[in-house]
């Protein structure tokens, strides 16, 4: 831990985006944990459920392409600020679902802050290359990137035990208040957040800023990879949506056990990076550890399906998500030192419009089948079809791996 601990001592700036960045996404878990246990209750289907994280991958897919020419052309800082801010005042509307006639405002709320995270995700992704030195990228990263699973393990975990003792009210509150303070936080930076010698770029239409950062993907077969193999999780996540049914099905699960569940996927994208980190920044190797942690997310998924023991669930998701988030922040550090800033934020944007894509859809179909469909089959499935896609995105990338090509 100690480079890590080193680089928030040095670059205040860093720290600052850092730590914002934590509050804001234990804020969305205070949010997400309660509404996936509550909509259930007030509904009596998993529909619901199903449909608040496909709104919250859907809105997020549709308003990116948008979003990256926001980033590459407005004040970074400026737009995160603003992302948060809104996203506050949007969580503020979940305590007005208190019924099965008001669970449709769940859909409306979620999706006001996925928008705002539309705008704030890639922004902070592409702006981390100019907070820090190049020799700490690597570090940054991957620090940036684990802070994701380091508050879905506590956020997790906390938002269930919040949700069991003192009410889903008091999370939704509590996850305006974090986001408004992300907000203030971000404010307080000085460090660019974009190159400040880049060249002002004139106002175009969107389809021509998009197409820019797509045919400069198509050309550039790196980057193509790279954006591409977030997708083989993406196509496994929508079994998400089923930890409520299947942990209530399974082992009689409440808000508490349920939370344990999203906290041990936390934890695994936390570990994944922090160990693989070493290996995946050798250009030679990154390929065939993002195919590898595709494989590892794949098998503990479907492991998960066929087991009895809910501490050996924990354990295989905590395995599986470790594949899923090293595959996650290493593929985004590869972005990030390959793309030149002018089109970084709208190739993150592509980055994440498609992986949330697969994965907004993934949601809706394993809603559909939840209600016909046992959660545990379907848990299996999801392992399958990525161990599918990650042999072959494996054999598709092969001549990425061949020496002459790391050389070049």
């Not at 603003?82 to 208190?98: D, E, F, Q, Y």
């Not at 409440?254 to 695994?268: K, P, W």
């Not at 899923?324 to 550090?333: D, F, K, P, V």
């Not at 793309?339 to 809706?364: K, N, W």
């Amino acid at each position: 831990m100690r480079p890590y601990l080193d680089l928030l001592r040095r670059e205040k700036d860093f720290r600052r985006t850092y730590l914002a960045q934590l509050i804001a996404l234990g804020g969305d878990w205070f949010a997400i944990i309660p509404l996936l246990v509550l909509l259930p209750q007030l509904t009596g289907t998993g529909i619901w459920g199903a449909a608040v994280l496909a709104a919250d991958t859907l809105v997020f897919a549709l308003i990116g392409p948008y979003a990256g020419t926001v980033v590459d052309r407005l004040d970074r800082r400026r737009v995160i600020v603003v992302a948060n801010t809104v996203a506050g005042i949007a969580a503020l509307l979940l305590v007005l679902v208190r019924s099965e006639a008001t669970a449709w405002i769940a859909l409306v709320a979620i999706g006001i802050v996925a928008a705002a995270k539309a705008f704030s995700q890639p922004a902070g992704a592409a702006a981390i290359p100019n907070l820090v030195d190049p020799d700490d990228l690597a570090t940054a990263s991957v620090l940036n990137g684990a802070s994701w699973g380091t508050m879905l393990a506590v956020g997790a975990a906390l938002g269930g035990l919040v949700a069991g003792t003192l009410g889903t009210t008091v999370c939704f509150v509590v996850d305006a208040v974090l986001l408004l303070a992300a907000a203030a936080l971000t404010a307080s930076t000085t460090r660019p957040f974009s190159d400040p010698s880049a060249p002002v770029r004139e106002r175009r239409p969107v389809r021509h800023d998009v197409g820019e950062a797509v045919g400069y993907a198509r050309r550039e077969h790196r980057v193509l990879a790279l954006i591409t193999c977030k997708a083989g999780p993406a196509f496994g996540n929508g079994a998400l949506s089923l930890f409520p049914l299947y942990g209530a099905a399974a082992f009689g699960l409440g808000e508490l056990g349920i939370g344990l569940m999203y906290s041990a996927r936390g934890v695994g994208a936390l570990i994944g990076p922090l160990v693989t980190r070493r290996r995946a920044t050798d250009p030679a190797r990154l390929y065939s550890v993002l195919a590898g942690s595709m494989a590892v997310f794949g098998v503990g998924y479907l492991l998960i399906g066929i087991t009895g023991w809910f501490w050996l669930v924990l354990l295989l998701l905590a395995v599986a998500h470790a594949g899923g988030g090293a595959n996650w922040i290493l593929s985004t550090y590869g972005l990030q030192r390959t793309v030149p800033d002018d089109l970084r934020g709208r190739v993150f944007s592509a980055d994440y419009t498609l992986a949330t894509l697969i994965i907004a859809g993934s949601q809706v179909v394993f809603g559909l089948l939840s209600d016909h469909v046992e959660a545990a089959v379907l848990l299996s499935a999801s392992g399958g079809i990525v161990l599918l896609y990650a042999g072959l995105w494996f054999l598709a990338t092969r001549r990425l791996r061949s020496p002459a090509t790391v050389g070049g």
